[in-house]
Structure formats: structure tokens, C-alpha cells
């Protein structure tokens, strides 16, 4: 169960008599190695303006029916101090690529963040090595960077004026210094194959990533995958609990998208191999105009009630909320 080669994974993400067995199957893998906790990480969604035009995204630079925004230091300084006042032990920076944040403000919110004893995660998109560096010296424990597909052809159209090497020698980059390593990928996007799925997977093991984030396609209408259709979230958790069967020890969130796309996604995800939430704490007012995919805000406006309501949930399932930073168990980063 260490090695399936492609043939082997694109022949499970096929069968769908054996749908049932890989979700099992990971289910045990992910108690035997990550156990029953599950980590929760505070996402704060500080900015919604994006220099990229990605086909499948709503904040593409292109859409100018979104009302931009941009918090300030104290605002995104201020959600975190929320954040670690409910309780939260990670907070996660999320944005477009916005170059109003420079390299120099980045790092002061990052120190500040790191203050409140918490681990920080960034997700900001490709920064150059130096960018990069500076943000770890600043504190910053993880960062997210999906390579979304692997499929070099697919991602030359999904992303236009981007380049697959760059987004690749950024992950080189954060593995170097010694982040803890977060990517993954888009299910259902156009044209894409089982074979380019099953090399994702392969790609996730070939770099050893600690954290792993797949979520369906949910299209758009105001973007140019607006007549396409949604990711299938059966091959979604098909994706994520392989991954997990062949990672094994790594962190996984079940993933907003899931949800988005199908009522109780969440809780089908925790028992297919998840085991990370990512709360969204930003100010509700502000969290709707993130709209990367509709009907994404879910999650209730209290930020206390929905916290708690999200800890039932992980109980009636049987399992424990983390009171841990959430490292990967084992990593060389843990503690
Ligand atoms: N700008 C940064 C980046 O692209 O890495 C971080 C923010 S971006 C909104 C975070 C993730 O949202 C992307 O990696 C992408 O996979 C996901 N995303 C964007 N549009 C989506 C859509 N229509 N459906 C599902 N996921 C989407
Ligand atoms: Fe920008 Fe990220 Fe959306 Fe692409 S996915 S348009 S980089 S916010």
C-alpha cells in the first residue's frame, strides 16, 4: 500500500466498486497515524485583490464585478487576536497576489501574528526565494501553494502569464527553508484526466508534503469555466483518501470545497482521511466578498457559535479537537 504506481491509481480512481474500500482504508491509515485529533486552524482572508487572471477563480484580476478589498495591518492583526482568543493555536493568512503587501509589511504582520504564540501559515501565492526567506525569519511556520494540477498543458490554460516551473521552484524554495510544505490540487477541472489525477498523487509523494489540500472545481459564473461543470466530489475524496493512504502522516483539511459542493462534505471528508478544519474567521461582511466560488460562506456569522459548532460536530463523530499547534506528527517541525 507504500507504492501504487500510476497504472494502480488511475485504475482505483476508475473502479468505482472499490470507492467504499479507499475511504475505509484511509480512514484506518489516518487513525493509525495521525490519530483521532483534529486541528483547526483560524483562516483569516485579509485581501481579495489578485494580479492573476486563473480561468476557474472568481478574484481573477479579470472580474471587475467584485467589490475589492484590502484589510489593514491593525484589521488582520486584530483578527488573529480573535482568532487566539477563541482559542485557535494556527492562524492562516490567505490572499490573492497582492503586491500592496510588501515583503517589509508582510514580515511586521507576520512577528506580530507570532506574538500571540501561535503557528502561522501563509497562502499568498509565488513569492520570490528572498520574499520567502524573510517571511520565515519572521516567524512563518507553513505555507500553502497548490500546484493545482500537474498537467503541464492543462495548467498553461487554467493560468494564463503563469508559469508551471516558477510555481514549482517556489515549492523547491519553501521546502528549502524549511517551512512545512502545503499543496494539492483542483478536481474536476476541464480536460482533466485520470491519469493527470494519479500523477498529482505521485507529485505529492515525490516532494513529501506535510499538507495536502484537494478540493473540487466549483465554477464560477463570472469567470470563463462558467459553463463547465463542478468538480465530482466522490472523485474528490477519492483524490484526498489515496493521498492520505500513500502519505499517511500528513495534515489534511476537508476542504471548504467539499462542503460547499455537498451537505455534510465536511464530516464524509474526516472519515475519509481529513483530519484539519480551516474555520474562516474573517469579519462576515468582509468574507463575502472572497468569493472564489459561490455560495462558499456556509459557516455561521457568530464567530464563538460556530466554533463550537464545528467542535460537536468533531465529537459526534468520535473524535477529539487538537489543543496542539498542529505540526505534522513526527515532522521535523513539530513541537
Ligand atoms: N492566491 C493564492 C493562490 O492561488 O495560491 C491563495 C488564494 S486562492 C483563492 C486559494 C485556492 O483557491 C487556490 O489554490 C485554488 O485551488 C482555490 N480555488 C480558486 N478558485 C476555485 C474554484 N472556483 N473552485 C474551487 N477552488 C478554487
Ligand atoms: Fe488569484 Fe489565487 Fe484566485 Fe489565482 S486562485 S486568481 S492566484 S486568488
Known amino acids: 500500500m507504500n507504492n501504487y504506481t500510476k497504472k494502480e491509481i488511475v485504475d482505483l480512481l476508475k473502479d468505482d466498486s472499490q470507492t467504499q474500500w479507499i475511504f475505509d482504508t484511509a480512514d484506518g491509515v489516518r487513525k493509525q ?11 483569516i482572508e485579509f485581501s481579495n485583490i489578485c494580479k492573476n487572471n486563473c480561468l476557474y477563480c472568481g478574484l481573477r484580476c479579470a472580474n471587475k464585478n467584485v467589490e ?17 482568543e477563541l482559542g485557535y493555536k494556527t492562524i492562516v493568512l490567505q490572499g490573492g497576489e497582492d503586491d500592496f503587501y510588501s515583503k517589509d509589511i508582510l514580515c511586521k504582520i507576520i512577528s506580530q501574528i507570532k506574538n500571540f504564540d501561535v503557528a502561522v501559515t501563509l497562502s ?28 503541464k498543458n492543462l495548467y498553461k490554460k487554467m493560468h494564463p ?3 508551471y516551473n516558477n510555481r514549482i521552484k517556489c515549492l523547491e524554495n519553501i521546502k528549502k527553508l524549511g517551512y512545512e510544505v502545503g499543496t494539492g490540487c483542483l478536481v474536476g477541472l476541464p480536460n482533466q484526466t485520470f491519469d493527470s489525477l494519479a500523477e498529482d498523487i505521485l507529485f505529492f509523494k515525490e516532494i513529501e508534503a506535510d499538507m495536502i489540500g484537494i478540493g473540487p472545481l466549483i465554477t464560477h459564473p463570472q469567470t ?112
Open 68 to 84: 475589492r478589498y484590502r484589510l489593514t495591518e491593525e484589521e488582520i492583526i486584530s483578527h488573529a487576536q480573535k482568532a487566539v
Open 161 to 163: 502569464y503563469m508559469d
Open 224 to 335: 470563463p469555466l462558467k459553463d463547465e461543470c463542478n468538480g465530482d466530489f466522490n472523485l474528490s475524496l477519492k483524490v484526498m483518501a489515496l493521498t492520505r493512504i500513500l502519505l499517511k502522516d500528513i495534515n489534511i483539511p476537508a476542504t471548504t470545497a467539499m462542503e460547499t459542493l455537498v451537505q455534510n462534505g465536511r464530516i464524509l471528508a474526516l472519515q475519509s482521511g481529513a483530519n484539519v478544519i480551516m474555520p474562516n474567521i474573517t469579519d462576515f461582511e468582509v468574507r463575502k466578498k472572497y468569493e472564489i466560488y459561490p455560495n462558499k460562506n456556509t459557516i455561521l456569522q457568530d464567530l464563538q457559535e460556530n466554533k463550537s459548532k464545528i467542535e460537536s460536530l468533531i465529537k459526534s463523530i468520535g473524535r477529539t479537537v487538537s489543543n496542539e499547534y498542529g505540526f505534522r506528527k513526527g515532522g521535523k517541525n513539530e513541537r
Open 124 to 151: 499568498l501565492g509565488e513569492k520570490t526565494f528572498e520574499e520567502l526567506k524573510a517571511f520565515k525569519d519572521a516567524g512563518a511556520d507553513r505555507y500553502l501553494l497548490r500546484i493545482e494540477t500537474t498537467d
Open 33 to 43: 497515524y495521525v490519530g483521532d485529533n483534529i486541528h483547526l486552524r483560524a483562516l
